[in-house]
Protein backbone atom coordinates (compact mmCIF):
# COMPACT_ATOMS: atom_id res chain seq x y z
CA UNK A 1 0.00 0.00 0.00
CA UNK A 2 1.36 3.19 -0.85
CA UNK A 3 1.56 6.10 1.68
CA UNK A 4 1.47 9.92 0.72
CA UNK A 5 1.90 12.68 2.71
CA UNK A 6 -1.45 14.35 3.93
CA UNK A 7 -0.07 17.62 2.55
CA UNK A 8 0.18 15.88 -0.80
CA UNK A 9 -3.18 14.71 -0.49
CA UNK A 10 -4.54 17.54 0.69
CA UNK A 11 -3.28 19.48 -2.29
CA UNK A 12 -4.48 16.45 -4.83
CA UNK A 13 -8.28 16.49 -3.57
CA UNK A 14 -8.08 20.35 -3.81
CA UNK A 15 -6.94 20.34 -7.90
CA UNK A 16 -9.66 17.86 -8.45
CA UNK A 17 -12.49 19.64 -7.50
CA UNK A 18 -11.74 22.93 -8.27
CA UNK A 19 -12.16 22.41 -12.60
CA UNK A 20 -15.48 21.09 -12.21
CA UNK A 21 -14.43 17.67 -13.75
CA UNK A 22 -14.97 15.68 -10.67
CA UNK A 23 -17.20 16.20 -8.05
CA UNK A 24 -18.76 15.12 -5.20
CA UNK A 25 -21.65 14.51 -3.25
CA UNK A 26 -22.55 13.20 0.27
CA UNK A 27 -25.48 11.05 0.69
CA UNK A 28 -26.67 8.56 3.33
CA UNK A 29 -25.82 4.95 3.07
CA UNK A 30 -29.06 2.80 2.47
CA UNK A 31 -28.38 -0.78 2.69
CA UNK A 32 -30.82 -3.05 1.39
CA UNK A 33 -31.08 -7.11 0.31
CA UNK A 34 -32.97 -9.21 -2.51
CA UNK A 35 -32.04 -12.14 -4.76
CA UNK A 36 -29.84 -11.43 -7.48
CA UNK A 37 -26.86 -13.45 -7.82
CA UNK A 38 -27.53 -16.94 -5.66
CA UNK A 39 -24.74 -17.93 -3.96
CA UNK A 40 -24.39 -21.67 -3.06
CA UNK A 41 -22.05 -22.20 0.38
CA UNK A 42 -20.67 -26.00 -0.52
CA UNK A 43 -19.20 -28.36 1.94
CA UNK A 44 -17.09 -31.58 0.13
CA UNK A 45 -16.23 -34.37 2.43
CA UNK A 46 -14.21 -37.73 2.14
CA UNK A 47 -15.75 -40.81 3.55
CA UNK A 48 -13.96 -40.06 6.93
CA UNK A 49 -16.08 -36.92 7.16
CA UNK A 50 -13.01 -34.84 6.56
CA UNK A 51 -12.97 -31.65 4.35
CA UNK A 52 -11.19 -30.94 1.08
CA UNK A 53 -10.19 -28.08 -0.56
CA UNK A 54 -8.13 -29.05 -3.40
CA UNK A 55 -11.30 -28.55 -5.90
CA UNK A 56 -11.81 -26.08 -8.52
CA UNK A 57 -14.71 -23.85 -10.19
CA UNK A 58 -14.71 -26.66 -13.13
CA UNK A 59 -14.42 -29.50 -10.64
CA UNK A 60 -18.45 -28.62 -10.23
CA UNK A 61 -21.29 -28.64 -11.62
CA UNK A 62 -24.52 -26.90 -10.85
CA UNK A 63 -28.47 -26.28 -12.22
CA UNK A 64 -31.29 -25.04 -11.97
CA UNK A 65 -34.46 -26.76 -11.97
CA UNK A 66 -32.20 -29.17 -13.91
CA UNK A 67 -30.93 -26.47 -16.53
CA UNK A 68 -27.30 -26.36 -15.99
CA UNK A 69 -25.78 -23.15 -14.97
CA UNK A 70 -22.33 -20.94 -15.52
CA UNK A 71 -20.65 -20.61 -12.06
CA UNK A 72 -19.95 -16.76 -12.80
CA UNK A 73 -18.52 -16.45 -8.79
CA UNK A 74 -16.27 -19.28 -7.22
CA UNK A 75 -14.24 -18.40 -4.14
CA UNK A 76 -13.11 -21.20 -1.27
CA UNK A 77 -12.32 -20.05 2.35
CA UNK A 78 -10.60 -21.62 4.59
CA UNK A 79 -11.15 -21.02 8.75
CA UNK A 80 -8.99 -18.33 9.78
CA UNK A 81 -6.62 -20.68 11.55
CA UNK A 82 -6.54 -23.11 8.66
CA UNK A 83 -4.38 -22.14 5.85
CA UNK A 84 -5.50 -22.51 2.13
CA UNK A 85 -3.03 -24.73 0.36
CA UNK A 86 -1.47 -23.42 -3.02
CA UNK A 87 -4.02 -23.75 -5.93
CA UNK A 88 -7.01 -24.48 -3.76
CA UNK A 89 -7.93 -20.30 -4.37
CA UNK A 90 -7.67 -17.68 -2.86
CA UNK A 91 -6.75 -16.81 0.78
CA UNK A 92 -7.79 -14.67 3.28
CA UNK A 93 -6.34 -11.23 2.41
CA UNK A 94 -4.08 -9.60 4.69
CA UNK A 95 -5.16 -6.63 6.62
CA UNK A 96 -4.03 -3.92 5.30
CA UNK A 97 -1.14 -1.72 7.78
CA UNK A 98 -2.22 0.95 9.59
CA UNK A 99 -0.53 4.35 10.13
CA UNK A 100 -0.14 3.86 13.23
CA UNK A 101 2.34 1.58 15.12
CA UNK A 102 1.37 -1.37 17.08
CA UNK A 103 2.73 -3.98 19.14
CA UNK A 104 2.93 -7.01 17.93
CA UNK A 105 0.24 -9.25 19.02
CA UNK A 106 1.68 -11.81 21.16
CA UNK A 107 3.39 -8.50 23.26
CA UNK A 108 -0.15 -7.81 23.76
CA UNK A 109 -2.75 -9.81 23.26
CA UNK A 110 -5.65 -7.52 23.80
CA UNK A 111 -4.95 -6.25 21.18
CA UNK A 112 -4.81 -9.09 18.49
CA UNK A 113 -7.25 -8.92 15.87
CA UNK A 114 -10.28 -10.85 16.24
CA UNK A 115 -10.34 -13.62 13.45
CA UNK A 116 -13.40 -16.01 14.32
CA UNK A 117 -16.87 -14.75 15.63
CA UNK A 118 -19.35 -17.23 17.25
CA UNK A 119 -22.76 -16.13 17.80
CA UNK A 120 -24.85 -18.30 20.49
CA UNK A 121 -28.64 -17.94 19.76
CA UNK A 122 -30.99 -19.15 21.62
CA UNK A 123 -34.05 -20.32 20.66
CA UNK A 124 -35.98 -18.90 23.69
CA UNK A 125 -40.01 -19.08 21.76
CA UNK A 126 -39.92 -22.73 21.69
CA UNK A 127 -37.53 -23.89 23.70
CA UNK A 128 -38.33 -25.90 27.22
CA UNK A 129 -37.25 -25.34 30.64
CA UNK A 130 -35.30 -28.27 31.02
CA UNK A 131 -33.75 -28.63 27.35
CA UNK A 132 -32.66 -25.21 28.01
CA UNK A 133 -31.20 -25.65 31.70
CA UNK A 134 -28.95 -28.56 29.53
CA UNK A 135 -27.85 -26.22 26.74
CA UNK A 136 -27.26 -23.09 29.19
CA UNK A 137 -25.00 -25.49 31.41
CA UNK A 138 -22.81 -26.67 28.02
CA UNK A 139 -22.02 -23.32 26.91
CA UNK A 140 -21.20 -22.15 30.31
CA UNK A 141 -18.65 -25.05 30.10
CA UNK A 142 -17.38 -23.87 26.97
CA UNK A 143 -16.02 -20.43 28.29
CA UNK A 144 -15.00 -21.79 32.04
CA UNK A 145 -11.56 -21.22 30.71
CA UNK A 146 -11.91 -18.17 28.86
CA UNK A 147 -12.49 -16.58 25.41
CA UNK A 148 -9.51 -17.57 23.36
CA UNK A 149 -7.86 -14.00 22.39
CA UNK A 150 -8.67 -14.41 18.64
CA UNK A 151 -12.09 -15.07 19.12
CA UNK A 152 -15.93 -13.04 19.83
CA UNK A 153 -18.52 -14.15 21.15
CA UNK A 154 -22.34 -12.64 21.18
CA UNK A 155 -25.18 -14.55 23.27
CA UNK A 156 -28.97 -13.22 21.53
CA UNK A 157 -32.53 -14.72 21.76
CA UNK A 158 -34.86 -15.17 18.70
CA UNK A 159 -37.81 -13.57 20.98
CA UNK A 160 -35.30 -10.36 20.91
CA UNK A 161 -35.61 -10.03 25.09
CA UNK A 162 -31.89 -10.43 25.65
CA UNK A 163 -29.11 -9.75 23.44
CA UNK A 164 -25.07 -9.28 24.30
CA UNK A 165 -23.01 -8.01 21.17
CA UNK A 166 -19.56 -9.78 20.97
CA UNK A 167 -17.22 -9.41 23.54
CA UNK A 168 -14.41 -11.24 24.84
CA UNK A 169 -15.47 -10.77 28.36
CA UNK A 170 -16.40 -14.28 29.57
CA UNK A 171 -17.75 -12.83 32.74
CA UNK A 172 -21.11 -10.44 30.85
CA UNK A 173 -21.54 -13.85 28.71
CA UNK A 174 -22.15 -15.74 31.87
CA UNK A 175 -24.24 -13.01 33.12
CA UNK A 176 -26.31 -12.95 30.13
CA UNK A 177 -26.58 -16.53 29.45
CA UNK A 178 -27.98 -16.62 33.03
CA UNK A 179 -30.82 -14.40 32.51
CA UNK A 180 -32.33 -16.64 29.30
CA UNK A 181 -35.69 -17.89 29.83
CA UNK A 182 -38.25 -19.97 27.67
CA UNK A 183 -41.09 -17.82 26.71
CA UNK A 184 -44.16 -18.63 28.69
CA UNK A 185 -46.29 -19.99 26.17
CA UNK A 186 -50.45 -19.40 25.73
CA UNK A 187 -52.84 -21.76 27.29
CA UNK A 188 -55.40 -23.18 25.18
CA UNK A 189 -58.33 -25.55 26.55
CA UNK A 190 -57.92 -28.57 24.61
CA UNK A 191 -54.43 -27.99 24.77
CA UNK A 192 -53.18 -27.33 21.13
CA UNK A 193 -49.87 -26.46 19.24
CA UNK A 194 -49.47 -24.89 15.88
CA UNK A 195 -48.51 -27.69 13.95
CA UNK A 196 -52.00 -28.99 15.23
CA UNK A 197 -54.17 -25.81 14.39
CA UNK A 198 -52.04 -25.22 11.03
CA UNK A 199 -52.82 -28.35 9.70
CA UNK A 200 -56.53 -27.76 11.21
CA UNK A 201 -57.60 -30.64 12.87
CA UNK A 202 -60.23 -29.63 14.10
CA UNK A 203 -62.30 -32.77 13.93
CA UNK A 204 -59.64 -34.22 15.69
CA UNK A 205 -59.66 -31.85 18.34
CA UNK A 206 -63.30 -32.04 18.76
CA UNK A 207 -62.93 -35.76 19.23
CA UNK A 208 -60.90 -34.97 22.07
CA UNK A 209 -62.93 -32.51 23.32
CA UNK A 210 -65.67 -34.56 22.92
CA UNK A 211 -64.11 -37.17 25.35
CA UNK A 212 -64.46 -34.37 28.35
CA UNK A 213 -67.91 -32.31 27.44
CA UNK A 214 -70.95 -33.43 27.15
CA UNK A 215 -72.56 -31.03 24.36
CA UNK A 216 -71.19 -31.61 21.12
CA UNK A 217 -71.79 -28.14 19.96
CA UNK A 218 -70.03 -26.37 22.26
CA UNK A 219 -67.05 -28.81 22.17
CA UNK A 220 -66.69 -27.82 18.37
CA UNK A 221 -66.62 -24.01 19.19
CA UNK A 222 -64.35 -24.41 22.00
CA UNK A 223 -61.85 -26.62 19.77
CA UNK A 224 -62.39 -24.30 17.00
CA UNK A 225 -61.51 -21.13 18.93
CA UNK A 226 -58.36 -22.94 20.71
CA UNK A 227 -57.25 -23.53 16.78
CA UNK A 228 -57.53 -20.25 15.84
CA UNK A 229 -55.26 -18.68 18.57
CA UNK A 230 -52.56 -21.25 18.43
CA UNK A 231 -52.42 -20.64 14.47
CA UNK A 232 -52.24 -16.76 14.88
CA UNK A 233 -50.00 -17.05 17.93
CA UNK A 234 -47.95 -19.67 16.52
CA UNK A 235 -47.48 -16.95 12.85
CA UNK A 236 -46.68 -14.09 14.76
CA UNK A 237 -43.91 -15.61 16.80
CA UNK A 238 -42.67 -17.17 13.50
CA UNK A 239 -42.31 -14.28 11.32
CA UNK A 240 -41.00 -12.69 14.84
CA UNK A 241 -38.29 -14.96 15.09
CA UNK A 242 -37.04 -15.27 11.33
CA UNK A 243 -36.73 -11.35 11.48
CA UNK A 244 -34.53 -11.27 14.47
CA UNK A 245 -32.81 -14.09 13.03
CA UNK A 246 -32.27 -11.73 10.38
CA UNK A 247 -30.54 -8.78 12.13
CA UNK A 248 -28.61 -11.21 13.49
CA UNK A 249 -27.10 -12.72 10.47
CA UNK A 250 -26.47 -8.94 9.32
CA UNK A 251 -24.72 -7.93 12.57
CA UNK A 252 -22.78 -11.42 11.99
CA UNK A 253 -21.85 -10.67 8.15
CA UNK A 254 -20.22 -7.79 9.32
CA UNK A 255 -17.86 -9.06 11.40
CA UNK A 256 -14.15 -9.80 10.04
CA UNK A 257 -13.09 -13.29 9.63
CA UNK A 258 -14.89 -16.65 10.60
CA UNK A 259 -18.24 -15.76 11.17
CA UNK A 260 -20.57 -19.09 13.09
CA UNK A 261 -23.94 -18.63 14.14
CA UNK A 262 -24.78 -21.56 16.68
CA UNK A 263 -28.79 -22.28 17.15
CA UNK A 264 -30.08 -23.85 19.88
CA UNK A 265 -33.14 -24.93 19.29
CA UNK A 266 -35.72 -27.57 19.62
CA UNK A 267 -36.53 -26.65 15.94
CA UNK A 268 -39.98 -25.24 14.25
CA UNK A 269 -42.85 -25.66 12.28
CA UNK A 270 -42.72 -23.69 9.18
CA UNK A 271 -45.87 -23.65 6.93
CA UNK A 272 -45.52 -24.12 2.99
CA UNK A 273 -46.45 -20.54 2.89
CA UNK A 274 -43.89 -19.16 4.84
CA UNK A 275 -40.91 -21.33 3.74
CA UNK A 276 -39.88 -17.81 1.92
CA UNK A 277 -39.20 -16.45 5.28
CA UNK A 278 -36.40 -19.83 5.96
CA UNK A 279 -35.26 -19.08 2.44
CA UNK A 280 -34.32 -15.23 2.79
CA UNK A 281 -32.98 -15.95 6.20
CA UNK A 282 -30.63 -18.41 3.95
CA UNK A 283 -30.10 -16.16 1.33
CA UNK A 284 -28.89 -13.77 3.85
CA UNK A 285 -26.37 -16.11 5.34
CA UNK A 286 -24.65 -16.85 2.18
CA UNK A 287 -24.26 -13.33 0.97
CA UNK A 288 -22.57 -12.86 4.27
CA UNK A 289 -20.47 -15.46 4.24
CA UNK A 290 -22.34 -16.97 7.62
CA UNK A 291 -21.86 -20.42 8.80
CA UNK A 292 -25.37 -21.48 11.33
CA UNK A 293 -24.40 -24.47 12.77
CA UNK A 294 -27.47 -25.91 14.76
CA UNK A 295 -27.70 -27.90 18.04
CA UNK A 296 -31.09 -29.51 18.55
CA UNK A 297 -31.76 -28.99 22.51
CA UNK A 298 -34.16 -31.95 22.61
CA UNK A 299 -30.34 -33.81 22.16
CA UNK A 300 -31.46 -38.00 20.91
CA UNK A 301 -34.74 -38.55 20.70
CA UNK A 302 -37.11 -41.29 19.35
CA UNK A 303 -39.96 -41.01 17.45
CA UNK A 304 -41.87 -44.07 18.77
CA UNK A 305 -44.28 -43.67 21.61
CA UNK A 306 -43.18 -39.68 22.30
CA UNK A 307 -46.48 -38.67 23.32
CA UNK A 308 -46.40 -35.56 25.59
CA UNK A 309 -48.42 -37.02 28.53
CA UNK A 310 -49.28 -33.59 30.17
CA UNK A 311 -50.89 -32.28 27.02
CA UNK A 312 -54.26 -34.37 28.34
CA UNK A 313 -57.00 -31.74 29.72
CA UNK A 314 -57.67 -33.11 33.44
CA UNK A 315 -60.23 -35.46 33.61
CA UNK A 316 -59.80 -36.41 29.71
CA UNK A 317 -58.93 -39.84 29.15
CA UNK A 318 -57.64 -40.67 25.77
CA UNK A 319 -58.26 -43.70 24.31
CA UNK A 320 -58.74 -46.02 21.00
CA UNK A 321 -58.08 -44.12 17.40
CA UNK A 322 -57.99 -40.81 19.24
CA UNK A 323 -54.89 -41.69 20.85
CA UNK A 324 -53.14 -42.96 18.17
CA UNK A 325 -53.78 -40.34 16.04
CA UNK A 326 -52.41 -37.58 18.38
CA UNK A 327 -49.71 -40.10 18.83
CA UNK A 328 -49.00 -40.21 14.95
CA UNK A 329 -48.93 -36.52 14.71
CA UNK A 330 -46.91 -35.75 17.15
CA UNK A 331 -44.26 -38.07 15.35
CA UNK A 332 -44.98 -36.05 11.94
CA UNK A 333 -43.94 -32.79 14.40
CA UNK A 334 -40.75 -34.13 16.37
CA UNK A 335 -39.79 -34.60 12.33
CA UNK A 336 -41.07 -31.50 10.48
CA UNK A 337 -39.78 -29.67 13.12
CA UNK A 338 -36.31 -30.91 13.24
CA UNK A 339 -35.81 -30.71 9.40
CA UNK A 340 -35.60 -26.92 9.45
CA UNK A 341 -32.36 -27.56 11.52
CA UNK A 342 -31.23 -29.32 9.21
CA UNK A 343 -31.89 -27.50 6.46
CA UNK A 344 -30.23 -23.93 7.71
CA UNK A 345 -27.11 -25.78 8.63
CA UNK A 346 -26.90 -27.89 5.39
CA UNK A 347 -27.67 -24.84 3.27
CA UNK A 348 -25.20 -22.39 4.95
CA UNK A 349 -22.00 -25.04 5.07
CA UNK A 350 -22.94 -25.50 8.22
CA UNK A 351 -23.29 -28.88 10.99
CA UNK A 352 -27.22 -29.97 12.36
CA UNK A 353 -26.33 -31.98 15.76
CA UNK A 354 -28.58 -33.78 17.55
CA UNK A 355 -26.49 -35.49 20.53
CA UNK A 356 -26.90 -35.68 24.18
CA UNK A 357 -23.43 -34.35 25.10
CA UNK A 358 -23.86 -30.65 24.26
CA UNK A 359 -20.56 -29.68 25.93
CA UNK A 360 -18.54 -31.58 23.19
CA UNK A 361 -21.00 -30.30 20.51
CA UNK A 362 -20.63 -26.44 21.39
CA UNK A 363 -16.51 -26.95 20.77
CA UNK A 364 -17.42 -28.68 17.58
CA UNK A 365 -19.83 -26.23 16.45
CA UNK A 366 -18.03 -23.14 17.32
CA UNK A 367 -15.54 -23.96 14.81
CA UNK A 368 -16.49 -23.60 10.94
CA UNK A 369 -15.41 -26.23 8.31
CA UNK A 370 -11.55 -26.53 7.51
CA UNK A 371 -13.29 -24.88 3.75
CA UNK A 372 -16.40 -24.08 2.43
CA UNK A 373 -16.60 -23.24 -1.20
CA UNK A 374 -18.62 -20.47 -2.41
CA UNK A 375 -20.34 -20.69 -5.75
CA UNK A 376 -22.47 -17.58 -7.35
CA UNK A 377 -24.66 -17.87 -9.98
CA UNK A 378 -27.50 -15.54 -12.33
CA UNK A 379 -30.16 -17.81 -13.04
CA UNK A 380 -30.97 -17.33 -16.52
CA UNK A 381 -34.57 -15.98 -17.48
CA UNK A 382 -35.38 -15.89 -13.90
CA UNK A 383 -38.60 -14.22 -14.06
CA UNK A 384 -40.05 -12.34 -10.74
CA UNK A 385 -43.04 -14.98 -9.85
CA UNK A 386 -42.38 -15.86 -5.91
CA UNK A 387 -41.57 -19.85 -7.36
CA UNK A 388 -39.27 -22.27 -5.62
CA UNK A 389 -36.48 -23.02 -7.80
CA UNK A 390 -34.19 -26.57 -6.97
CA UNK A 391 -30.93 -26.48 -7.36
CA UNK A 392 -28.20 -29.44 -7.39
CA UNK A 393 -24.80 -29.02 -7.10
CA UNK A 394 -22.30 -32.18 -7.74
CA UNK A 395 -18.64 -33.01 -8.69
CA UNK A 396 -17.76 -33.88 -12.12
CA UNK A 397 -15.52 -36.68 -10.62
CA UNK A 398 -16.72 -36.94 -7.07
CA UNK A 399 -16.63 -40.39 -6.54
CA UNK A 400 -16.92 -41.82 -2.79
CA UNK A 401 -16.87 -38.12 -2.09
CA UNK A 402 -20.26 -35.89 -0.29
CA UNK A 403 -21.10 -33.27 -1.19
CA UNK A 404 -23.01 -30.72 0.81
CA UNK A 405 -25.11 -27.76 -0.63
CA UNK A 406 -28.04 -25.85 -0.21
CA UNK A 407 -31.69 -27.43 -2.10
CA UNK A 408 -32.68 -24.19 -3.56
CA UNK A 409 -34.26 -20.36 -3.47
CA UNK A 410 -37.27 -18.30 -4.35
CA UNK A 411 -37.40 -16.29 -6.90
CA UNK A 412 -37.98 -12.52 -6.25
CA UNK A 413 -41.70 -11.46 -6.07
CA UNK A 414 -41.10 -8.66 -8.20
CA UNK A 415 -38.54 -6.51 -10.34
CA UNK A 416 -35.76 -5.03 -9.17
CA UNK A 417 -34.84 -1.37 -10.10
CA UNK A 418 -31.30 0.02 -10.45
CA UNK A 419 -31.13 1.85 -7.50
CA UNK A 420 -32.41 -1.15 -5.44
CA UNK A 421 -29.94 -3.40 -6.93
CA UNK A 422 -26.96 -0.82 -6.37
CA UNK A 423 -28.21 -0.15 -3.09
CA UNK A 424 -28.54 -4.32 -2.30
CA UNK A 425 -24.91 -4.78 -3.70
CA UNK A 426 -23.02 -2.12 -1.67
CA UNK A 427 -24.71 -3.18 1.53
CA UNK A 428 -23.80 -6.76 0.79
CA UNK A 429 -20.22 -5.88 0.07
CA UNK A 430 -19.91 -3.48 2.98
CA UNK A 431 -21.04 -6.96 5.80
CA UNK A 432 -18.48 -8.80 4.07
CA UNK A 433 -14.86 -9.26 4.24
CA UNK A 434 -13.77 -10.48 0.83
CA UNK A 435 -11.74 -7.92 -1.33
CA UNK A 436 -12.70 -7.44 -4.77
CA UNK A 437 -10.03 -6.09 -6.85
CA UNK A 438 -11.85 -4.61 -9.78
CA UNK A 439 -10.46 -0.64 -9.40
CA UNK A 440 -6.88 -0.39 -7.33
CA UNK A 441 -7.78 1.47 -3.71
CA UNK A 442 -5.04 2.65 -1.90
CA UNK A 443 -6.57 4.14 1.93
CA UNK A 444 -4.71 6.50 4.05
CA UNK A 445 -5.90 7.24 7.87
CA UNK A 446 -4.49 10.44 10.00
CA UNK A 447 -6.14 11.34 13.33
CA UNK A 448 -5.45 14.00 15.90
CA UNK A 449 -6.57 14.24 19.39
CA UNK A 450 -9.05 16.79 20.66
CA UNK A 451 -9.24 15.55 23.83
CA UNK A 452 -7.86 12.78 25.87
CA UNK A 453 -10.31 10.41 25.13
CA UNK A 454 -11.58 11.83 21.61
CA UNK A 455 -10.01 12.14 18.10
CA UNK A 456 -11.17 13.01 14.73
CA UNK A 457 -10.22 10.36 11.86
CA UNK A 458 -9.83 11.20 8.43
CA UNK A 459 -10.36 8.04 5.90
CA UNK A 460 -8.22 8.67 2.86
CA UNK A 461 -8.93 6.77 -0.30
CA UNK A 462 -7.12 6.50 -3.36
CA UNK A 463 -8.79 5.29 -6.09
CA UNK A 464 -7.24 4.00 -9.06
CA UNK A 465 -9.77 4.99 -12.38
CA UNK A 466 -8.06 3.51 -15.43
CA UNK A 467 -10.58 0.37 -15.48
CA UNK A 468 -13.71 2.40 -15.29
CA UNK A 469 -16.46 1.94 -18.04
CA UNK A 470 -16.17 5.59 -18.91
CA UNK A 471 -19.12 6.58 -21.57
CA UNK A 472 -18.75 9.31 -23.89
CA UNK A 473 -20.99 12.31 -24.21
CA UNK A 474 -20.59 15.78 -26.19
CA UNK A 475 -16.98 16.18 -25.13
CA UNK A 476 -16.50 14.56 -21.59
CA UNK A 477 -16.24 10.78 -20.33
CA UNK A 478 -18.30 10.24 -17.65
CA UNK A 479 -19.19 7.88 -15.36
CA UNK A 480 -21.26 8.29 -11.15
CA UNK A 481 -18.50 6.30 -8.81
CA UNK A 482 -20.22 5.25 -5.31
CA UNK A 483 -17.86 5.14 -2.53
CA UNK A 484 -18.78 3.99 1.04
CA UNK A 485 -16.37 4.33 3.74
CA UNK A 486 -17.86 2.14 6.97
CA UNK A 487 -15.99 2.01 10.17
CA UNK A 488 -15.92 -0.71 12.59
CA UNK A 489 -14.57 -0.93 16.15
CA UNK A 490 -12.10 -3.57 17.45
CA UNK A 491 -14.59 -6.42 18.02
CA UNK A 492 -15.73 -6.22 14.59
CA UNK A 493 -19.01 -4.23 15.87
CA UNK A 494 -20.37 -1.59 12.87
CA UNK A 495 -20.39 1.62 13.94
CA UNK A 496 -20.90 3.96 11.29
CA UNK A 497 -20.27 5.14 7.52
CA UNK A 498 -20.45 7.60 5.18
CA UNK A 499 -21.43 7.57 1.26
CA UNK A 500 -19.93 9.59 -1.11
CA UNK A 501 -20.94 9.63 -5.25
CA UNK A 502 -17.99 11.16 -7.27
CA UNK A 503 -19.28 12.67 -10.56
CA UNK A 504 -16.67 12.15 -13.20
CA UNK A 505 -17.36 15.07 -16.30
CA UNK A 506 -13.42 14.15 -17.96
CA UNK A 507 -12.64 16.51 -20.80
CA UNK A 508 -11.18 15.07 -23.89
CA UNK A 509 -8.08 17.59 -23.43
CA UNK A 510 -7.92 16.40 -19.84
CA UNK A 511 -8.78 12.75 -20.40
CA UNK A 512 -4.95 10.95 -19.91
CA UNK A 513 -4.06 13.13 -17.02
CA UNK A 514 -7.27 12.56 -15.05
CA UNK A 515 -7.09 8.64 -15.18
CA UNK A 516 -3.20 8.76 -14.53
CA UNK A 517 -4.17 10.76 -11.40
CA UNK A 518 -7.18 8.99 -10.30
CA UNK A 519 -9.45 10.04 -7.51
CA UNK A 520 -9.60 11.03 -4.30
CA UNK A 521 -12.15 10.59 -1.45
CA UNK A 522 -12.43 11.08 2.01
CA UNK A 523 -14.44 10.42 5.26
CA UNK A 524 -13.77 11.81 8.88
CA UNK A 525 -15.51 10.22 11.62
CA UNK A 526 -15.53 11.34 15.32
CA UNK A 527 -14.33 8.48 17.73
CA UNK A 528 -13.00 7.51 20.80
CA UNK A 529 -9.91 5.87 21.97
CA UNK A 530 -9.20 2.46 20.66
CA UNK A 531 -8.76 0.02 17.81
CA UNK A 532 -10.63 0.32 14.85
CA UNK A 533 -11.31 -1.78 11.26
CA UNK A 534 -12.36 0.57 7.80
CA UNK A 535 -13.99 -0.93 5.08
CA UNK A 536 -13.91 0.76 1.82
CA UNK A 537 -16.67 -0.28 -0.74
CA UNK A 538 -16.65 1.68 -4.49
CA UNK A 539 -18.91 0.52 -7.04
CA UNK A 540 -19.39 2.62 -10.66
CA UNK A 541 -23.02 3.61 -12.03
CA UNK A 542 -23.69 0.48 -13.96
CA UNK A 543 -22.45 -2.24 -11.54
CA UNK A 544 -19.60 -3.61 -14.05
CA UNK A 545 -16.61 -2.60 -11.51
CA UNK A 546 -16.83 -3.10 -8.04
CA UNK A 547 -14.06 -2.68 -5.23
CA UNK A 548 -13.22 -3.71 -1.89
CA UNK A 549 -10.33 -2.49 0.84
CA UNK A 550 -9.81 -2.97 4.39
CA UNK A 551 -7.42 -1.17 6.86
CA UNK A 552 -7.24 -0.77 10.92
CA UNK A 553 -5.91 1.92 12.82
CA UNK A 554 -5.78 2.44 16.64
CA UNK A 555 -6.08 5.97 18.38
CA UNK A 556 -4.29 6.09 21.53
Not at 279 to 293: F, L, M, P, Q, W
Not at 325 to 333: S, T
Not at 442 to 457: C, G, M, N, P, Y
Amino acid sequence: MRCWSFLLLTAALAAQTQTGEVTTREETPTFQSSVNLVRVPVVVRDKQGHTLGSFHKEDFQLTDRGKPQYISQFAIEGSATQPIPVGAGHARPAVPESNTPTEPPAANPARIVPTRFVAFVFDDVHLQLEDLMYARAAALKYIEHGIPPQERIALLTLSGKLSLEFTDDAAKFREALMKVMPAMPRVYIPPTKFYWADKWMIDLETEIVNDCYKNPHDAAAIAEFALRGAASEGRGDLLYAFRTLNNIVRLLGSMPGDRVMILVSPGMYVPDDLQVELSESIDRATRSGVVINTLDARGVYSTAGDINPDRDTPGCHLVGPVQLMIEKVEREELTVQGGILDALAYSTGGTALSQNDFQAEFNRLANPPDYVYYLGFYPKDLKPDGRFHEIKVTLASGKGLTVQARKGYWAPSHEENAAATASREIGEAIFSRDELRDLPIDIHTEFFKTTADDASLTVTAHLDIRQLPLRKQDDRSRDDVTLVCALFDGNGNYLKGTQKVVELRLKDENLEQRLTRGVIVTSDFDVKSGPYMIRIVVRDSEGRQMATANGTVEIP
